[in-house]
């Protein structure tokens, strides 16, 4: 009489840890990344509650102008608006007159990747700008536009 055997061998229970870890392998980095990537909406979420802010902030202003700080844009505060950094922290808020006209005609607002959260790792959108006419625009840890990708 021949005895049936019960369990796993040794060779079988190697090639399960073997395609497991060719798993884990694959799917951490590409969650990490997926993960980057929806947090990007915390910069491109607040600033443009910081747009929306800015155009009622110039609607009320006498005589019509842009906030100069988002301190500015805070009094009364709007539902939502973070000031200082976004709602989950992941980024710095920041808000300047345009560069060339002054506060009257524009104004930029600025997120960057705060560099003590789980975010920095991130180095395709480490700078999201927004201005006054709804121009987007990103750039990687290079400086390099990378506007389609991190707005997209």
Request: a neutral charge; zero cysteines; glycine letters at 6%.
């Given at each position: 009489m021949r005895r049936i055997q019960t369990g796993f061998t040794l060779v079988e229970l190697m090639v399960v840890v073997v395609v497991?870890?060719?798993l884990i392998g694959v799917a951490i980095p590409s969650?990490?990344?997926?993960?980057?990537?929806?947090?990007?909406?915390?910069?491109?979420?607040a600033l443009l509650r910081i747009a929306?802010?800015?155009?009622?902030f110039y609607l009320q202003a006498n005589p019509a102008q842009y906030a100069v700080t988002a301190?500015?844009?805070?009094?009364?505060?709007?539902?939502?608006l973070g000031i200082g950094t976004t709602e989950r922290g992941y980024y710095t808020l920041a808000v300047a007159p345009d560069p060339v006209n002054g506060p009257g005609v524009g104004f930029i607002a600025i997120a960057i990747v705060d560099g003590a959260e789980s975010q920095a790792a991130d180095t395709d959108c480490v700078l999201f700008r927004i201005d006054e006419q709804g121009a987007r625009t990103a750039e990687d840890s290079g400086g390099a536009d990378n506007t389609e990708a991190c707005w997209g």
């Open positions: 497991m870890s060719i969650y990490r990344g997926y993960m980057m990537r929806v947090h990007r909406v915390d910069a491109t979420s929306a802010a800015q155009e009622k301190t500015e844009l805070a009094d009364p505060p709007p539902a939502g």
